[in-house]
């Protein structure tokens, strides 16, 4: 399912390009289009949402547009961020937190729809996920909606981003080759696999997951789970106490 995002202080506006979103003739029939009126509600629901295009408007009160592309860039460095704008004054700062596009208001229905046929061709491009088999249907499942994945007796949970959970017939260690090819996903137990982005906070015994979930962290790799995780987020070596 594509989620598109758009945050901007006039509730006219939201309405107007809400509207103009939804009449774009590329948009897949089970879209979702949620509108924010401040960066705080935006940043709190991508965080659990994981919307794909995210069209945000830069001049806002007490969080400008700016500032909350930086917090979500702090955990999400992949979803297309779109600025919109009356002034082309920030155009540069857009670059600094690798902005897809820069729209100028008042913004046509040909730009725009413009814009969204360049997302949506990178988002069909770079789409990569795992097919994953429950006891009745099939799962096209993006990696950037798997939260973590779960050995319990005879059977794998995924879990996903939006709180939803699939329970697959498939053994765990098909998750293990799928999974762990990619520098997203890391086995902090022998039942549990992660997905780092989706991590809020962790200690010595626990992963703590956005969505509030605990995952136990084996004792046996909790130094290379740290290393691994600072590594990949930061580019740089921690230290759990």
């Not at 814009?115 to 491009?125: M, N, T």
Request: include cysteine.
């Amino acid at each position: 399912m594509l989620k598109i995002a758009v945050c901007d202080d006039s509730i006219e506006f939201l309405s107007t390009i809400k509207e103009d979103i939804r009449n774009w003739e590329g948009l897949p029939e089970d879209a979702l289009i949620q509108t924010f009126e401040n960066g705080d509600s935006l940043v709190s629901a991508h965080s659990s949402e994981n919307f794909d295009f995210i069209f945000l408007d830069v001049v806002m009160p007490f969080v400008n547009g700016i500032e909350t592309a930086k917090e979500i860039r702090s955990f999400d460095k992949k979803v297309k961020i779109v600025f919109l704008t009356s002034s082309p004054e920030f155009a540069l700062d857009s670059y600094s937190v690798k902005a897809s596009n820069y729209l100028l208001k008042p913004i046509s229905k040909n730009a725009l729809f413009e814009c969204l046929e360049e997302l949506y061709s990178d988002y069909e491009e770079d789409f990569s996920g795992i097919v994953v088999k429950s006891f009745s249907s099939v799962y096209n499942v993006p990696f950037h909606n798997i939260e973590f994945i779960e050995a319990m007796n005879k059977k794998v949970i995924v879990h996903l981003c939006d709180e939803r959970s699939i329970e697959s017939s498939e053994q765990f260690y098909i998750f293990e080759e799928k999974l762990l090819s990619f520098s997203d996903f890391y086995k902090c137990h022998r039942s549990y696999i992660v997905n780092i982005h989706k991590i809020a906070s962790f200690n010595a015994k626990d992963i703590i997951m956005r969505s509030g979930k605990i995952v136990p962290l084996s004792r046996s790799c909790k130094k290379d789970f740290e290393e691994f995780y600072f590594e990949t987020l930061f580019g740089k070596a921690g230290d759990i106490k």
